[in-house]
Each structure stands twice: as structure tokens, then as C-alpha cells.
């Protein structure tokens, strides 16, 4: 008999240049980062490991990286926030680890 694929939490919204400062400063001042991974384009590879969080913001703002991924852990509960640059703002996509 088949189980049926249980799929965790996940939360999807558009910010703008304000809200995401605002969110990198609640994972900063908040939450245990974990790790902060950088996704160059379409080819590249996501690299990470000794980036700061501050840093990939600015990265991430000025168009550096294409996406960014931060896992955390915030009030004991696992995290993986990715954080894309569009036309309209930045898209966030938060699951729950």
C-alpha cells in the first residue's frame, strides 16, 4: 500500500526592498543561521559556507547573485528561507525543515 507523500510547510510571498531588509534583520538578531547559500545563474551552482548574511544581502540587492537560501533555526523550529530578485520585488519562498 502506498503512503502518501507528506510534502513540510511552505509559505510564498513578494517583498519589497524595505520588507526584505527588515526580514535579513529578524533572521540576523533572531534566529541561529546556519547556512547562507549564493546562486550566481541559471548554470551556476549554489556556493556557500563563509558568507555573511549582511554580505549576501547587498549581493542579492545589487544583482551580484541571482537568488539567495538561508537555512536557520528560529525558536527551535528548522527553516530554509530562498530569496529571488524579480522586476516586482524580491519572491521568498520559506518550507519549514
Do not use: C
Request: glycine share 8%.
Amino acid at each position: 500500500m502506498n503512503e502518501p507523500i507528506e510534502f513540510p510547510d511552505l509559505h510564498e510571498s513578494i517583498l519589497d526592498e524595505a520588507r526584505l531588509d527588515a526580514l535579513f534583520n529578524d533572521i540576523a538578531m533572531e534566529a541561529q543561521v546556519l547556512s547562507v547559500l549564493l546562486k550566481g545563474g541559471a548554470e551556476v551552482l549554489a556556493e556557500g559556507g563563509d558568507v555573511a548574511l549582511s554580505d549576501a544581502l547587498s549581493m542579492l540587492k545589487q544583482g551580484r547573485v541571482r537568488a539567495v537560501q538561508v537555512r536557520y533555526v528560529h525558536r527551535g523550529k528548522a527553516w530554509t528561507d530562498t530569496l529571488l530578485r524579480t522586476a516586482s520585488g524580491y519572491r521568498v519562498v520559506r518550507i519549514a525543515a
